[in-house]
């Protein structure tokens, strides 16, 4: 199972949803990619990560520039925010397709 998170580096961001999806799947042990929306420019500015951006809009399938994040999706399937991809997890939607991690 492949599971990729678009969230904000919370080095870099606050997003407690970020930290806490991130944190929820680790203890889990569930492997996943984690992908930055965002990075500091040559001015140390806080920019979009362009490519990361229109990534997402081709996963997602529609203009991103107002959602929130994180957005989560399992083997290229658009699951949603990490309280939903929790719900369903927690639920056993998922159950059987995991790739734990080797810890």
């Keep these: ?46 920019v979009h990560k362009e490519s990361v951006v229109k990534q997402l809009e081709l996963e997602y399938g529609d203009d991103v520039s107002g959602i929130s994040l994180p957005q989560i999706f399992v083997n290229g399937k658009y699951i949603g925010k990490f309280a939903i991809f929790k719900q369903k997890f927690l639920e056993g939607v998922f159950n059987g397709t995991w790739s734990n991690k080797n810890r």
């Design 1 to 46: 199972m492949k599971v990729k998170i678009y969230g904000f580096d919370t080095n870099l961001y606050p997003c407690e949803s970020c930290l806490r999806a991130k944190e929820f799947l680790d203890y889990h042990k569930i492997d996943y990619e984690f992908l930055s929306v965002i990075e500091r420019n040559e001015n140390g500015k806080l």
